[in-house]
């Protein structure tokens, strides 16, 4: 009986495992005020005041300790060599600095994030809550040096004490890849604090 039970708990095992790996990981900083769902754990960076690289989106940085985030994760489909890749900053941000955050600085900052590449049919939107929360994204389609269509993204995001700037870019025909994208389009949600 021991035996047969071992059996069937293994093969429980190895038919719910692919199950498991296909769940999102829900990705949140301790201080930031938005979640994203991600196919998993990002690799990720502090952002210190003190840090030799320039700090992203500030107008004014603190001079001094934590100031965020820097998630990313990159895959690659092995048969196809098609990329699926998520970029995350999130910051710690002044009442000042969001309240100064108007639909032309955001969608400004997000084609920043563009200057090199040639976007065709691109899309912004942009909406406005209560307080400073505020939602800006731009969308549209690239060809890589392999001639191969991707589909881009970038999220920004402004909550009460923070920001968050999403970039997601991904081979359009890759199923996969389009099925994560979905799934993270739709998790990106306001947590709060």
């Not at 021991?2 to 190895?14: I, Q, S």
């Not at 769940?23 to 840090?51: F, G, M, R």
């Amino acid at each position: 009986m021991k035996h047969t039970l071992g059996v069937v708990l293994f093969l429980g095992l190895l038919v719910f495992a692919p199950l498991r790996a296909a769940q999102a990981y829900v990705y949140i900083h301790n201080d930031a005020e938005y979640s994203i769902d991600l196919p998993e754990p990002p690799k990720a960076s502090t952002i210190w005041a003190d840090q030799t690289d320039p700090i992203p989106f500030l107008d004014n940085p603190p001079k001094y300790g934590f100031v965020g985030e820097h998630a990313w994760l990159k895959r690659a489909d092995n048969d196809t060599g098609d990329t699926f890749s998520v970029d995350i900053t999130f910051l710690k941000a002044d009442r000042d600095f969001l309240l100064s955050l108007t639909k032309e600085k955001m969608l400004g900052a997000l084609k920043d994030l563009y200057k090199d590449v040639s976007l065709d049919n691109e899309e912004e939107h942009f909406s406005a809550g209560t307080d400073t929360l505020k939602w800006a994204t731009i969308t549209g389609f690239s060809v890589d040096k392999a001639n191969s269509l991707h589909y881009n993204a970038a999220h920004y995001l402004s909550g009460l004490e923070t920001i968050m700037v999403i970039r997601v870019d991904y081979n359009v025909e890759n199923t996969t890849f389009q099925k994560w994208y979905d799934t993270l389009a739709k998790s990106i949600k306001y947590a709060g604090k």
